[in-house]
């Protein structure tokens, strides 16, 4: 086997090329660095696109990366650590952990292992470089460590390099380099320990007539000492190693931002010290904290336990921003991410969470609306009516008050974005749900944007038929009368069951609601469509919001199973698009079977998940059976499935695609938030509320008996025991509760819970 997991640290070992490049996202919130399988990638402070550090783009293969050349003076012989590809090597792997990528290789006997990792204080990468000599006798080596910045804008450097290349200077000062770019306002450093012997800025002076596997620099054994002052721009040290056998000696690279947290230097024991502080700090604020699972699936465990808090923290501190290994040059992140995000890290540490919910409440404007997206660093936002992004506001705001019971955030005074006119946090939820509810088309349904044009979306309609439940709920444990929004949701509900659902003869009466109509009045989703006959997300939505009867929501989910389910799920839709129709959008210009074209969408998979829950006594084991179909680490060694498996991706290729089966788009998607909460909240059966902690019958598989959840809620600590006994009823602190609620007390207490079913 060639790719392994450690079940006690989640450690995944790759020792071979993978078909695609695996990466890891390491950051502290501020400084990023994207880490591909090999050392290449990206990093940047603050901002991906204008705050750019590294350069790269996705397959682009001529800029030199973390790479690690070694020269051995006796054989003469090079090589680059970094280029599985291009050197034989007697053993290679990479090792992705929590917080770091680890790459360990052997040539020639000379052992090297590298460990790039971000502190979480400073806001600098390290590379930690160890090199071993096995060869028996003394090795005379040169080590170069190399990489090519970019200074600022990304886009420019990777567009228009010579220009962007004529505003940009270094220097070096007490054996450590510098750069910056005049029109940017950081300086970049390049330090090590031990100092080097020589050094390059300058890009064509160190590759010279070589390349970027095998720089002139590397072949002569010196670098040049040049400086880039308005050209191509690198960072690079030689160091001379004299190593006896069964030696080994440590080299220490630091790449980062000069600023009042981060000195220009490194310390091989500081570094060793900051290894260790990040590791604390994601076993002490994110594995132990909040939540932590022990089922009889270890794959589980280690997947709720570490892989999955993690990307929710990634996801946390970029939403889906560019900061990954399939997009290098967005410079704007979707409103609707940064919510959703919010929902993900909640159970694990919801401290982080206020202060990005009072930011998105800015971001509103005064008649209700969100931007559709907008720029971390300097707010600039893209004018959209998107109607969905105030829903996910609202639902963050609630999944937010139902964690904490912090209900006096609602009378938090903020501006809107286009007014300098304050109102309550409550008020704001009110404009935002007013907005949506004045958006409607002939059939009463909400407006959606497809392109450039808009649909009355079903879709739409029922998420926010879902928000309206909330609300209402909300404002009743509050003791707020608003029946205003009772009859809006009653009319709302009446136009979907009027005009969206459908049954078909020809289907032995199965039934489904269709995905909305287009202006000229033509229905999306219906089994007279030409193709897209239907689709998932408004079966699983007309569950999530109580839009019909349980009939109806019976024959969704059974349709759901007929006509949606295959070998990773369910599709998005069926039958893919294959004809362009620009009153549709870009979605049937996609190839069949990619992204909204009939995929796998983990996140409606997961809302998918949440809603057969919900009739377990029905279709029992089938949310657990979807969830096990698309844990990533159940495709540790699918080669077809191409994505890192320690993560989720986007979405999985669907049987339309040529590359079915491949994972696409994965480190920031909201499909780990969603993941995340259907396993807790409805496979587990741990759901949050108002007024306490609601327990429904847990839909594990049949040869589970027993299982431990740890859930910290509301300052107490409930330690939840499952018990298979056939009956359920639920035990607290020893004395069984004649309901299924457990108050939120707030004591600080441990609680023992025993969940019987």
């Not at 260790?276 to 589980?300: A, H, W």
């Not at 989703?525 to 919001?545: C, D, N, R, T």
């Not at 107490?716 to 939120?744: H, M, S, W």
Request: net charge negative; charged share 25%.
């Amino acid at each position: 086997m060639r790719r392994n997991l450690n079940i006690e640290s989640g450690e995944i070992t790759l020792e071979e090329i993978p078909n695609a490049d695996w990466s890891i996202i390491l950051t502290n919130g501020k400084y990023t660095s994207l880490v591909l399988y090999n050392g290449t990638g990206h990093s940047f402070y603050e901002h991906p696109t204008f705050n750019s550090i590294i350069k790269w783009a996705p397959r682009m293969n001529s800029q030199l990366g973390r790479f690690i050349y070694i020269k051995d003076i006796l054989t003469e012989e090079n090589w680059c650590i970094n280029l599985p590809k291009v050197y034989e090597f007697n053993s290679w792997k990479a090792c992705f952990g929590i917080g770091y990528l680890k790459i360990e290789s052997l040539k020639n006997k000379i052992y090297c292992e590298i460990t790039y990792f971000v502190p979480i204080d400073k806001d600098l990468e390290y590379w930690f470089v160890k090199i071993r000599n096995e060869s028996g006798g003394r090795k005379n080596l040169k080590v170069f460590s190399a990489v090519e910045l970019s200074l600022g804008n990304l886009c420019s450097s990777i567009f228009d390099p010579y220009y962007q290349e004529l505003f940009i200077k270094t220097w070096i000062n007490e054996q450590t380099l510098f750069a910056t770019n005049n029109l940017w306002d950081k300086i970049v450093f390049f330090s090590s320990e031990p100092t080097p012997e020589s050094f390059d800025c300058l890009k064509s002076a160190f590759i010279g007539n070589g390349t970027v596997e095998l720089p002139q620099a590397v072949k002569e054994g010196w670098c040049f000492e040049s400086i880039a002052s308005g050209r191509e721009a690198i960072f690079s040290f030689q160091h001379d190693i004299q190593i006896e056998n069964d030696d080994e000696k440590e080299i220490l690279i630091a790449l980062g931002v000069l600023n009042e947290r981060t000195k220009a230097e490194a310390k091989i024991e500081v570094a060793k010290n900051d290894f260790e502080k990040m590791l604390s700090f994601y076993r002490d604020e994110l594995f132990e904290k909040g939540v932590k699972i022990k089922t009889p699936d270890e794959n589980i465990n280690v997947f709720v336990n570490k892989w999955n808090k993690y990307q929710n923290l990634i996801y946390f501190y970029w939403g889906g921003h560019s900061a990954s290994s399939h997009t290098s040059a967005s410079d704007s992140i979707k409103y609707k991410d940064l919510a959703q995000s919010i929902i993900g890290i909640l159970p694990i540490n919801h401290n982080f969470c206020k202060e990005r919910l009072i930011y998105l409440f800015k971001l509103q404007f005064s008649n209700g609306k969100t931007f559709d997206s907008f720029n971390l660093l300097n707010n600039f936002t893209t004018h959209s009516d998107q109607t969905d992004n105030p829903l996910w506001l609202c639902i963050a705001t609630f999944e937010y008050l139902k964690e904490t019971g912090d209900f006096k955030v609602l009378e938090e005074n903020l501006n809107y974005y286009d007014s300098d006119e304050t109102n309550s946090i409550y008020e704001h939820l009110k404009k935002g749900i007013d907005f949506v509810l004045s958006q409607r088309g002939d059939h009463q349904l909400i407006f959606e944007k497809l392109s450039n044009e808009r649909i009355e979306s079903t879709l739409t309609s029922l998420i926010l038929l879902y928000v309206l439940n909330e609300w209402i709920k909300l404002n009743e444990f509050l003791g707020i009368e608003v029946e205003k929004y009772k009859i809006e949701r009653e009319n709302l509900k009446n136009a979907i069951n009027k005009h969206c659902y459908e049954e078909y003869k020809k289907l032995n009466n199965a039934g489904w609601f269709i995905r909305g109509f287009m202006k000229d009045g033509e229905k999306i989703g219906s089994y007279f469509s030409k193709e897209g006959k239907i689709h998932l997300e408004p079966q699983i939505w007309a569950v999530l919001s109580d839009a019909c009867d349980k009939n109806r929501k019976i024959k969704c989910l059974n349709s759901v199973i007929e006509f949606l389910e295959s070998t990773y799920g369910f599709l998005l839709l069926d039958p893919a698009y294959t004809t362009p129709d620009d009153k549709l959008g870009i979605i049937n210009r996609l190839i069949a079977g990619e992204r909204e074209n009939a995929s796998f969408s983990i996140t409606a998979n997961a809302w998918a998940i949440m809603a057969f829950s919900t009739f377990s006594d029905i279709f029992k084991e089938k949310s657990f059976e979807i969830y096990t179909k698309l844990l990533p680490l159940k495709f540790l060694n699918d080669k077809r499935y191409k994505a890192e498996p320690f993560v989720y991706p986007e979405y999985i290729c669907g049987k339309d695609s040529p590359h079915f089966g491949e994972a696409s788009f994965t480190w920031l998607t909201s499909s780990s938030v969603w993941m995340f909460k259907s396993f807790l909240e409805y496979i587990c059966g741990i759901k949050p509320d108002y007024d306490g902690i609601y327990i429904t019958h847990p839909v594990f598989p049949a040869e589970w008996n027993e299982i431990y959840v740890k859930r910290v809620y509301r300052n107490c600590v409930y330690e939840f025991n499952y018990k298979k006994t056939g009956e359920f009823y639920i035990k607290l602190d020893a004395q069984r509760l004649t309901d299924n609620r457990l108050p939120a007390c707030g004591c600080g207490k441990v609680h023992q819970v025993e969940i019987f079913f």
